[in-house]
């Protein structure tokens, strides 16, 4: 990527690449979308047509990538798109997904895993409030809950409240230290609000809980 001309490297003294975090950011989704086999060359001339897409500060890194049906699709927030065509996507479900009506809220819970489940696929449809209630009934059902607080994390992300998504990826943390991706979505927000010690610590950590597997 960094030969492509999608990253732009520093070098240090020795002439080798030193990639900042962001950069790692990328090269994940990368990977991410040629494990699901899109093609190199796809997945390059997508990156680089992103970046003329977004507006000028934005950084690819900060969208995320999923590959559906061959093709890559960006989602930032509730607009989603394919990079390549320009095309929007209404609806937009990500793929292994299957598309649901909009559910009603239950008077009462069966279970946390239940309201995780609706948590789920309202924040899918794009109800991010109606998630984040849903996540926040589970937790109140189960206050040990670690997917609960790391989806509730995810969702307060998307709904523009960094402070309150960093403690709720840090309580599902406290429930269960060994969530890596809480580990890496905490390294990104403290990466963004300036914490670049924390980020690299939690990206580390992350790091280390994928060669376990």
Same mark, same amino acid.
């Given at each position: ?16 690449y030193r990639f900042t975090f ?94 995780? &489940?609706? +948590?789920?696929? $309202?924040?899918?449809? %794009?109800?991010?409030?109606? #998630? =984040?209630?849903? @996540?926040?009934? !589970? /937790?109140d059902l189960d206050p040990a ?5 790391? &989806?509730? +994390?995810?969702? $307060?992300?998307?709904? %523009?409240?960094?402070?309150? #998504? =960093?403690?709720? @990826?840090?309580? !599902? /943390? ?10 890496? &979505? ?7 609000? %300036?914490?670049?010690?924390? #980020? ?14």
């Open positions: 990527m960094a030969r492509a001309g999608i990253l732009s490297p520093s070098r240090g003294p020795h002439h080798e962001q950069d790692l950011v990328l090269l994940r989704s990368a990977r991410g979308l040629l494990d699901a086999q899109v093609p190199k060359r796809r997945v390059h001339r997508t990156l680089r047509l992103l970046v003329r897409q977004l507006s000028p500060g934005r950084s690819p890194s900060e969208v995320r990538l999923t590959a559906m049906d061959g093709q890559v699709v960006a989602q930032d927030g509730d607009t989603a798109w394919i990079p390549e065509s320009g095309q929007m996507m209404l609806a937009f479900v990500p793929a292994g997904s299957t598309s649901v009506a909009p559910l009603g809220r239950p008077e009462a819970a069966e279970s946390p895993d239940a309201m995780v &489940n609706q +948590g789920r696929m $309202l924040q899918e449809l %794009g109800d991010v409030e109606g #998630a =984040i209630r849903a @996540y926040q009934t !589970a /937790l809950h670690a997917i609960a607080a790391f &989806n509730l +994390g995810t969702a $307060l992300d998307t709904a %523009g409240l960094t402070d309150e #998504a =960093i403690a709720s @990826y840090r309580r !599902a /943390l406290a429930s269960n230290p060994a969530l890596a991706d809480a580990h890496y &979505n905490l390294s990104l927000l403290y990466q963004r609000t %300036g914490h670049k010690l924390a #980020a690299m610590v939690h990206l580390k950590r992350y790091q280390e809980l994928l060669s376990l597997h």
